[in-house]
C-alpha cells in the first residue's frame, strides 16, 4: 500500500495540493487495503491517517498497517484537529463521492474555527481512479480469480438450460455456481434475459418460462478480494432460428475485431469504432446503443470508458471489458463481453467461457 499513497502524494504538486480527502469506498480499499464500510482517509506529504468507528478499528488495524488507524464517533472534529496540527491548507476531496449534506457541513465545520482561516477544500476527483486503471500483480491475481469464477459457472450452468426453466432460476444457478466455484460474493445482480426480454440489455430475471430455440442472454459476475469480473454470454435453447445465427455472427465477429485490432494509445472512442463499424456495416448500427466497454476492478464500472467520444487513452497493461450487442424489440439480443488486458501486442483476453 505504501507504493500506491506514495503515487497518490506525486500527483499533490501538479493539482497544487497539501493532502486529499479520500472518502469514495474502492479508493480508500485501493489505498489502504481496508475494506470496511465506514472511514476516511486523510493522505498529506506527511502522514497517512485512516478514521474509521469503534466497528472496524480492530480490522482497519489489521488491514492498514502502513496508516495511523484513529477511532472516532462521527463528525468532523477530528479532521478539524488533525488540520490544525500538521498546518495543511489546501486539501483536496472526492467531490464525485462526497454528497453535499456532507460538504457542507464540512465546510461549516471549518469555518466554525478561527484558526482555519487560511484553509480550503478543493474538488479533486479522479485521483485515485486514474492510478487504479493499471493493475498490479496482486491486483490482477484477485480478478482473474473471480474470472475464473463467473467462466467455470457461465460454462456449467449454460448447457444444462432447458424449456420450462424461469429466468430467475438461471440466474440463481449461475450465482450458486459462482460461489461453488470461488466467489465471495456476485458483483453486479446477474442478467437473464430471455427471448423477447433481451432485447432490453440490462434486464431483471423474472418468471418468465424459457422455450424452445429461445435467445437468452446471460451477464453476470464475481466479486473475489474486492475485484470483479464482469462476463456476458448469448445462447439459444435448442436449435437456434435464422436470426440469432445471423445476429450472433455478427456480434462475435465485432467483438472479435476489436480484439484482434486494438492497439496501445487508442482512445476509447476509436477502440468502439473498431466494433461499431461491423455492427454498422451489417446493418445493425440502431440496435447497438451501448459503449463497448469499460474500465473493471474494485468497480464493476470504472476507468478508463470505451465507447463512443470518449477520449480516455488506453494504455500498455490497461483492464478493460469489450461487449458489443445488438438487440431488437420483439425478438431479442445479443451480447459477448469479455475482459481483456492490453499488452504491446495487443490485447489478451482473460475471460475464457466458451462462445
Given at each position: 500500500?505504501k507504493e500506491?499513497?506514495?503515487?497518490l502524494?506525486?500527483?499533490?504538486?501538479?493539482?497544487?495540493?497539501?493532502?486529499?480527502?479520500?472518502?469514495a469506498?474502492?479508493n480508500?480499499?485501493?489505498?489502504s487495503?481496508f475494506?470496511g464500510?465506514?472511514?476516511y482517509?486523510?493522505?498529506?506529504?506527511?502522514n497517512?491517517i485512516?478514521?474509521?468507528?469503534?466497528?472496524?478499528?480492530?480490522?482497519?488495524?489489521?488491514?492498514s498497517?502502513?496508516?495511523d488507524?484513529?477511532?472516532?464517533?462521527g463528525?468532523?472534529?477530528?479532521?478539524?484537529?488533525?488540520?490544525?496540527?500538521?498546518g495543511?491548507?489546501?486539501?483536496?476531496?472526492?467531490?464525485?463521492?462526497?454528497t453535499?449534506?456532507?460538504?457542507?457541513?464540512?465546510i461549516?465545520?471549518?469555518?466554525g474555527?478561527?484558526?482555519?482561516?487560511d484553509?480550503?477544500?478543493?474538488?479533486?476527483?479522479?485521483?485515485?481512479e486514474?492510478?487504479?486503471i493499471?493493475?498490479?500483480?496482486?491486483?490482477?491475481k484477485?480478478?482473474?480469480?473471480?474470472?475464473?469464477a463467473a467462466?467455470k459457472?457461465?460454462?456449467?450452468v449454460?448447457?444444462?438450460i432447458?424449456?420450462?426453466?424461469?429466468?430467475?432460476e438461471?440466474?440463481?444457478?449461475m450465482?450458486?455456481?459462482?460461489?461453488?466455484?470461488?466467489?465471495d460474493?456476485?458483483s453486479?445482480?446477474?442478467?437473464?434475459?430471455a427471448?423477447?426480454?433481451?432485447?432490453?440489455?440490462?434486464?431483471?430475471?423474472t418468471d418468465?418460462?424459457?422455450?424452445?430455440r429461445?435467445?437468452?442472454?446471460v451477464?453476470?459476475?464475481a466479486k473475489?478480494?474486492?475485484?470483479?469480473?464482469?462476463l456476458?454470454?448469448s445462447?439459444?435453447?435448442?436449435?437456434?432460428?435464422?436470426t440469432f445465427?445471423?445476429?450472433y455472427?455478427?456480434?462475435?465477429?465485432?467483438?472479435?475485431t476489436a480484439?484482434n485490432t486494438?492497439?496501445?494509445?487508442?482512445?476509447?472512442e476509436?477502440t468502439?469504432?473498431?466494433?461499431?463499424?461491423?455492427?454498422?456495416?451489417?446493418?445493425?448500427?440502431?440496435?447497438?446503443?451501448?459503449?463497448?466497454?469499460?474500465?473493471v476492478g474494485l468497480e464493476?464500472?470504472?476507468n478508463p470508458?470505451?465507447?463512443?467520444?470518449?477520449?480516455?487513452?488506453l494504455?500498455l497493461?490497461?483492464?478493460?471489458?469489450?461487449?458489443?450487442?445488438?438487440?431488437?424489440?420483439?425478438?431479442?439480443?445479443?451480447?459477448?463481453e469479455?475482459?481483456?488486458?492490453?499488452?504491446?501486442d495487443?490485447?489478451?483476453?482473460?475471460?475464457?467461457?466458451?462462445?
Amino acid at each position: 500500500m505504501k507504493e500506491r499513497v506514495e503515487g497518490l502524494v506525486a500527483q499533490f504538486q501538479d493539482k497544487e495540493l497539501d493532502g486529499v480527502l479520500i472518502s469514495a469506498p474502492e479508493n480508500r480499499r485501493y489505498l489502504s487495503g481496508f475494506s470496511g464500510s465506514a472511514g476516511y482517509l486523510l493522505i498529506t506529504k506527511a502522514n497517512a491517517i485512516l478514521v474509521t468507528d469503534s466497528r472496524y478499528t480492530e480490522q482497519a488495524t489489521n488491514q492498514s498497517p502502513y496508516f495511523d488507524v484513529r477511532q472516532v464517533r462521527g463528525g468532523w472534529n477530528w479532521l478539524i484537529d488533525e488540520l490544525k496540527s500538521s498546518g495543511v491548507k489546501k486539501v483536496g476531496f472526492e467531490s464525485q463521492d462526497m454528497t453535499v449534506s456532507s460538504y457542507n457541513n464540512l465546510i461549516d465545520a471549518i469555518k466554525g474555527d478561527s484558526a482555519l482561516g487560511d484553509v480550503s477544500m478543493v474538488p479533486a476527483p479522479g485521483l485515485a481512479e486514474n492510478q487504479r486503471i493499471i493493475k498490479d500483480e496482486e491486483e490482477l491475481k484477485m480478478l482473474q480469480l473471480a474470472i475464473d469464477a463467473a467462466d467455470k459457472a457461465m460454462d456449467l450452468v449454460c448447457p444444462a438450460i432447458t424449456p420450462g426453466m424461469t429466468e430467475k432460476e438461471v440466474a440463481w444457478k449461475m450465482e450458486t455456481a459462482m460461489r461453488d466455484f470461488g466467489a465471495d460474493a456476485i458483483s453486479f445482480d446477474t442478467i437473464v434475459a430471455a427471448g423477447p426480454n433481451g432485447a432490453m440489455a440490462h434486464h431483471q430475471p423474472t418468471d418468465y418460462v424459457i422455450k424452445q430455440r429461445d435467445p437468452i442472454v446471460v451477464d453476470m459476475g464475481a466479486k473475489v478480494g474486492g475485484y470483479c469480473s464482469d462476463l456476458s454470454r448469448s445462447i439459444a435453447v435448442g436449435e437456434p432460428d435464422e436470426t440469432f445465427n445471423k445476429v450472433y455472427d455478427t456480434v462475435l465477429g465485432a467483438q472479435l475485431t476489436a480484439i484482434n485490432t486494438v492497439k496501445v494509445g487508442m482512445t476509447g472512442e476509436e477502440t468502439d469504432n473498431l466494433s461499431r463499424n461491423v455492427i454498422v456495416d451489417a446493418g445493425y448500427g440502431d440496435n447497438f446503443g451501448h459503449s463497448l466497454g469499460h474500465g473493471v476492478g474494485l468497480e464493476i464500472h470504472e476507468n478508463p470508458r470505451v465507447g463512443p467520444r470518449s477520449p480516455d487513452v488506453l494504455e500498455l497493461d490497461t483492464v478493460f471489458t469489450v461487449e458489443p450487442g445488438i438487440y431488437l424489440s420483439g425478438w431479442g439480443g445479443i451480447r459477448i463481453e469479455d475482459i481483456v488486458i492490453l499488452r504491446a501486442d495487443g490485447a489478451v483476453p482473460l475471460s475464457k467461457a466458451r462462445k
